[in-house]
């Protein structure tokens, strides 16, 4: 049987049909296959210019995928990982920023799902959401709410 050498916009698209991908996570994934890496900067342009490759729908599928997990830390950091620009990331932190306290609630909610019964548990259920990257004022707000709620 005869093994099929596939190109390499055949295999870039091939992951761009699976999902949005960086165009740093897309050139790592290349690279084992191209002889040069002008080869894969050049296909790159190639898939930008055809709007093939996008960073910012790339970055707004990356925040769909982990806003309902993850707190803006977290998805901001992972996003500048992915080499997305300065401007790019203050407008994405604007927009998050509107939602992480309920997001907060609903990771908290999720996990946990009853109020802590003592400070040490307390103390495990902020660190947990601290973890998943949320805001020291999500946190707090989900904390106060809890209380509230106890009232």
Do not use: C
Request: net charge positive.
């Amino acid at each position: 049987m005869a093994i099929i050498k596939i190109s390499l916009k055949a295999r870039a698209l091939r992951y761009l049909s699976n999902r949005e991908h960086s165009r740093a996570e897309l050139a790592r994934k290349l690279s084992r296959h191209a002889e040069a890496a002008e080869e894969i900067e050049a296909l790159l342009d190639e898939l930008e210019a055809a709007k093939l490759l996008s960073p910012s729908r790339f970055s707004e599928s990356l925040v769909h995928r982990r806003a309902s997990r993850y707190g803006n830390s977290r998805i901001l950091s992972e996003l500048q990982g992915h080499g997305i620009a300065d401007d790019d990331l203050r407008a994405i932190k604007a927009d998050l920023a509107s939602d992480e306290e309920a997001r907060a609630h609903d990771v908290w909610r999720k996990k946990f799902g009853r109020s802590p019964a003592d400070t040490s548990e307390r103390a495990k259920q902020m660190r947990f959401l601290q973890q998943r990257g949320f805001s020291h004022e999500a946190i707090q707000a989900v904390m106060r709410k809890l209380s509230a709620d106890e009232d």
